[in-house]
């Protein structure tokens, strides 16, 4: 896409100074000339991903991934019909906080997913490991994304998969949340398909694991 | 030197006899009475008890008054879920509207049973040991109490969309925290930990914080009747350390997040910290010691540094020969004069 790092370069300036105004402006004058899905695939999703790099590393604070996630879901919400983001070889998507009443990571994550065309469903938070795994079997999910801010939720995962695995069904698993910013060996002790460092980069885990 | 003239000596920034240590366990002590993390909390003496016997075992160099975090929220009619390995999470927000914070009253800290339980364990704690090891209360600061009043989403939103709630917010959540802290210092604790993690920089852009909670923390710690200690709780602060030397706080808990030493060259606060609370599950006693000296190496010198963890609460999962292995090798490389540091390199 022509321009492209232009785009990126004044959405993310627009997105990190919470100018709502000015990012839907920049997305408006997109939309004129390029197709949906190649905005969200060109634009956003780069655009959000860096900043959720730029939190990993200290030069972006919370508020603002909340923020431009939220815009960009509530952006593509409202300017579109919901079916023109959708990817066609979406695998069946839930995301959920296990154990833990902490859902900005979930909320974060979801609106972020969703600004990437992907449907998702949210199965909320402070959720058992039996009633989420059942949950995940009964609608028969493929990739659970598991939001945890507190490490005793952290090693609940296991049985969390412990727990999917007597489905037979193989439930991919993907991991987020801040112990394992303090610690990379704890990525090792779970039984997780992935652990996503932050927020966007669950978009290039979920393209992974689900081949697309 | 007892533990009381060691902390005033590095907080005067001078050098005492050895780097003071603080082991910031709270629950930990529910296992030396072999009782519940629920059923620990639900007594003052218990907590006083369990205070007691670590600050025995573990030879550092404070005791904790601290509960868990939600026990604020619980005083102002919001529940804690309990579980059997960590702290309670805070159940469903005492604020599910923004127009809730129109009619919000909050109660007294004296009129709390939970909170008087606090007080007990204090005044206990006070009683044994006298002036010799100081006793660190804990308030969370009415900038990040929010979070558990309202979870942080309808927080976020609130800072940004609906100014004048949140000052009303803000205003309740001062007086609110000026009083419980002042019945902590009353009570016998020495100093306060005033925990403000919305306030680091992993949450909040230095100008949202100067618009939003700058204010509210310099006129919230200067009227509180003691020494505090802002924490990040595990957020990183290295780009707000100007903002925080001038909210009047006299020490500042920092995050694993950051490196100490630029920390420590770069702040006119004392420092609280940073040792990996959730690494710290793994060490064995080589690693642990080898951790002790980073910290002292990148922040001991010339005191103004008291080692601790980085988030405030030492988790359950940490094994109490770690705790004493950090104690021993403070011990053994905290002796002031640190020459230690300028011979190896390691």
Request: proline fraction near 4%; avoid cysteine.
């Given at each position: 896409m022509e321009n492209s790092e232009l785009y990126q370069s004044r959405l993310k300036t627009a997105l990190l100074s919470l100018d709502r105004i000015k990012a839907k402006l920049i997305l408006e004058d997109l939309i004129t000339t390029t197709a949906p899905t190649e905005v969200v695939d060109s634009i956003m999703i780069p655009v959000l991903e860096s900043i959720g790099s730029g939190w990993e590393d200290g030069r972006v604070a919370l508020t603002q991934v909340y923020a431009a996630g939220q815009f960009c879901e509530q952006w593509l919400d409202t300017a579109f019909e919901d079916k023109l983001f959708v990817k066609k070889e979406s695998p069946k998507l839930a995301i959920a906080v296990l154990e833990d009443f902490h859902s900005l990571g979930k909320r974060i994550v979801y609106s972020i997913v969703k600004g990437g065309g992907y449907q998702i469903q949210d199965f909320g938070a402070g959720i058992s490991v039996d009633k989420l795994a059942n949950k995940v079997i009964e609608e028969d999910i493929d990739i659970l994304l598991v939001s945890a801010l507190m490490l005793p939720s952290v090693l609940r995962i296991n049985n969390l998969r412990q727990a999917l695995e007597q489905s037979g069904k193989?439930?991919?698993?993907?991991?987020?949340?801040?112990?394992?910013?303090?610690?990379?060996?704890l990525k090792e002790e779970i039984m997780a398909d992935a652990v996503a460092n932050n927020a966007s980069e669950v978009i290039g885990i979920i393209e992974h694991l689900s081949g697309s | 030197m007892n533990s009381m003239e060691r902390v005033l000596a590095t907080l005067s920034q001078n050098e005492p006899d050895r780097v003071p240590l603080f082991l910031l366990v709270s629950m930990h002590g529910a296992k030396e009475l072999g009782l519940s993390i629920q059923e620990y909390f639900q007594k003052g003496e218990q907590v006083a008890d369990g205070q007691l016997r670590m600050l025995k075992k573990f030879g550092h160099d404070c005791l904790y008054n601290f509960f868990y975090a939600s026990l604020e929220t619980e005083a102002m009619g919001g529940q804690s879920i309990f579980r059997k390995n960590g702290p309670p999470n805070s159940?469903?927000?005492?604020?599910?509207?923004?127009?809730?914070?129109?009619?919000?009253?909050?109660?007294?800290?004296?009129?709390?049973?939970?909170?008087?339980?606090?007080?007990?364990?204090?005044?206990?704690?006070?009683?044994?040991?006298?002036?010799t090891v100081p006793i660190i209360g804990v308030v969370m600061s009415p900038f990040s109490l929010p979070v558990m009043q309202m979870g942080f989403e309808r927080y976020f939103?609130?800072?940004?969309?609906?100014?004048?709630?949140?000052?009303?917010?803000?205003?309740?959540?001062?007086?609110?925290c000026v009083a419980w802290a002042n019945a902590q210092l009353e009570a016998g604790a020495s100093a306060i930990c005033y925990y403000d993690p919305v306030a680091s920089s992993t949450i909040t852009f230095r100008d949202d914080y100067i618009k939003n909670g700058f204010d509210v923390d310099k006129r919230t710690i200067s009227r509180i009747k003691g020494p505090t200690a802002i924490h990040m709780a595990s957020g990183r602060c290295l780009s707000i350390l100007d903002l925080l030397a001038q909210t009047g706080t006299t020490m500042v808990g920092v995050s694993a997040e950051e490196d100490?030493?630029?920390?420590?060259?770069?702040?006119?606060?004392?420092?609280?910290?940073?040792?990996?609370?959730?690494?710290?599950?793994?060490?064995?006693?080589?690693?642990?010691?080898?951790?002790?000296?980073?910290?002292?190496?990148?922040?001991?010198?010339?005191?103004?540094?008291?080692?601790?963890?980085n988030h405030g609460e030492i988790p359950w999962q940490i094994q109490e020969e770690t705790l004493l292995s950090i104690?021993?090798?403070?011990?053994?490389?905290?002796?002031?004069?640190?020459?230690?540091?300028?011979e190896t390199t390691e």
């Open positions: 193989k439930i991919k698993i993907i991991a987020g949340g801040a112990p394992f910013r303090f610690d990379a060996i | 159940g469903a927000p005492i604020i599910r509207n923004f127009e809730d914070i129109e009619i919000l009253e909050l109660p007294r800290p004296e009129d709390s049973p939970r909170l008087l339980e606090v007080l007990k364990a204090t005044r206990l704690m006070k009683e044994a040991v006298g002036d939103d609130l800072i940004f969309q609906y100014h004048v709630l949140f000052q009303r917010l803000m205003a309740l959540n001062e007086e609110f100490l030493k630029e920390i420590k060259d770069q702040s006119k606060l004392n420092i609280l910290g940073n040792l990996n609370g959730i690494r710290m599950r793994n060490w064995n006693a080589d690693q642990a010691e080898a951790n002790v000296k980073a910290a002292i190496r990148a922040a001991g010198s010339g005191g103004g540094f008291i080692l601790a963890d104690s021993k090798a403070v011990r053994q490389w905290g002796k002031y004069p640190l020459r230690w540091i300028h």
